[in-house]
């Protein structure tokens, strides 16, 4: 098995006489590569398989000749959108195919386009969610500003609304100050008799005399009485 590049590198089906060239190993066509053996046109070649990596020394359809041929009549590539496909007839027999790409310098300015046109839509997506945070970073500081503002000027009418009343306040009564709340009456005792914390009795056990007499005596209900 050789080592050394193949002289046909065959991309996709190719054909010889119409009919499919196939891999003698697994069947598939869509991966051959082509060596020749010797120095004469009717020598056969070798085609190895990259599917399955069956080697076959001897081909019973290609010759070097067919691959002189085919390498002759390749179309080759300009541009990246071209391929490179061939026709070749060698004694009577017609070998048609697609050979691998190889790289042209039109590959190259395809490459740099694609991944100048990716980095300009991370870049475009980059930048983008850049304004986005600063658009909402300015939309709260600006809605806390107002807010603050708002507050703010709450808290200054507020004072001036105080301000005003207190104004008006000492303008009616001539500055004598805010009224004094009325003080909640008392509720009255339910001891008969009880005045002011004092229940007054008639009685003569307390009696100096002896005789029926009033003495006044402290509540033990409401105990209102004034301290003397």
Not at 50 to 59: I, P, Q, V
Not at 178 to 194: D, E, L
Request: hydrophobic letters at 35%; a positive charge.
């Amino acid at each position: 098995m050789l080592t050394s590049p193949p002289d046909l590198a065959l991309q996709g089906l190719a054909h010889v006489d119409e009919t499919p060239l196939l891999c003698t190993g697994c069947g598939s066509g869509y991966a051959l590569r082509i060596y020749k053996r010797g120095p004469r046109e009717p020598f056969p070649a070798s085609v190895s398989c990259l599917g399955c990596g069956h080697w076959e020394d001897c081909s019973p359809v290609l010759t070097n000749g067919m691959v002189d041929a085919a390498l002759e009549a390749r179309t080759g590539r300009k541009v990246a959108a071209d391929i490179d496909t061939f026709v070749a007839e060698w004694r009577g027999r017609i070998f048609q195919g697609e050979l691998v790409a190889d790289f042209i310098p039109d590959d190259a300015v395809v490459m740099l386009k694609a991944l100048h046109g990716e980095v300009s839509k991370d870049a475009r997506r980059w930048w983008g969610g850049k304004k986005r945070a600063a658009r909402t970073r300015a939309k709260e500081t600006t809605g806390a500003v107002k807010a603050a503002a708002k507050e703010e000027a709450g808290g200054a009418a507020g004072a001036a609304k105080s301000a005003a009343l207190a104004t008006d306040w000492a303008l009616r009564t001539g500055g004598a100050g805010p009224a004094t709340a009325p003080k909640k009456p008392r509720s009255r005792c339910t001891v008969k008799g009880c005045r002011g914390g004092m229940v007054t009795l008639s009685t003569k056990v307390h009696s100096t005399t002896g005789k029926t007499s009033e003495v006044k005596i402290p509540c033990g209900v409401c105990h209102r009485r004034k301290p003397v």
